[in-house]
T-cell receptor
Framework: AQKVTQAQTEISVVEKEDVTLDCVYE???????LFWYKQPPSGELVFLIR??????QNEISGRYSWNFQKSTSSFNFTITASQVVDSAVYFC??????????FGAGTILRVKS | DSGVTQTPKHLITATGQRVTLRCSPR?????VYWYQQSLDQGLQFLIQ???????AKGNILERFSAQQFPDLHSELNLSSLELGDSALYFC??????????FGPGTRLTVL
């Protein structure tokens, strides 16, 4: 069965701090896909990144970076030099054979100025 | 803007009623997915359609049904509504095998 665990319910940081959001997943498939989505206060779900199980290269996009480690079944997300606009709920999700997404419970990130 | 549109944005109705939520996928996307987001259950997959055919089903109640039309838009029908059906309903679309892009959601309130 698929499962995604985001153990951090809520994180508060001060602007310019770095913050890492944890994601641990469970799957029996050898081929799977991992995602991060952002849900700002306005409510929409914004796609951030997709990672394939056979590609363990870490990725950086501006202030965002992702660390994928198959050995620990983790796909962590780091925001460098956080900004108030980063305040949102962040969801990690898993998909087997690219169909339905199984989401974690989400981590609320509050960035204070 | 993801390119996925959903109507209406808000819906308030009474228990026992039936409502229809509408979704238009991004241009070129053949897959449409429906998700429910509630405080107690989180984000849950309901159902997927691909080019008009049902492809996958999640924990969708028997009172709920969906379809995808030849123009690829999709509708989610919720009937015999209960208080617990109050939630944010998202539609997402994708090109087969790729990331899903979500619409703005329909917030359903059942009174």
């Amino acid at each position: 069965a698929q499962k995604v665990t985001q153990a951090q319910t809520e994180i508060s940081v001060v602007e310019k701090e770095d913050v890492t959001l944890d994601c641990v997943y469970e799957t029996r498939d050898t081929t799977y896909y991992l995602f991060w989505y952002k849900q700002p206060p306005s409510g929409e779900l914004v796609f951030l990144i997709r990672r394939n199980s056979f590609d363990e290269q870490n990725e950086i996009s501006g202030r965002y970076s992702w660390n994928f480690q198959k050995s620990t079944s983790s796909f962590n997300f780091t925001i460098t030099a956080s900004q108030v606009v980063d305040s949102a709920v962040y969801f990690c999700a898993l998909s087997e054979r690219v169909n339905k997404l199984v989401f974690g419970a989400g981590t609320i990130l509050r960035v204070k100025s | 803007d993801s390119g996925v549109t959903q109507t209406p944005k808000h819906l308030i109705t009474a228990t026992g009623q039936r409502v229809t939520l509408r979704c238009s996928p991004r241009s070129g996307d053949l897959s449409v997915y429906w998700y429910q987001q509630s405080l107690d259950q989180g984000l849950q997959f309901l159902i997927q359609y691909y080019n008009g055919e049902e492809r996958a089903k999640g924990n969708i109640l028997e009172r709920f049904s969906a379809q995808q039309f030849p123009d690829l838009h999709s509708e989610l029908n919720l009937s015999s509504l209960e208080l617990g059906d109050s939630a944010l309903y998202f539609c997402a679309s994708s090109v087969a095998g790729n990331e899903q892009f979500f619409g703005p959601g329909t917030r359903l309130t059942v009174l």
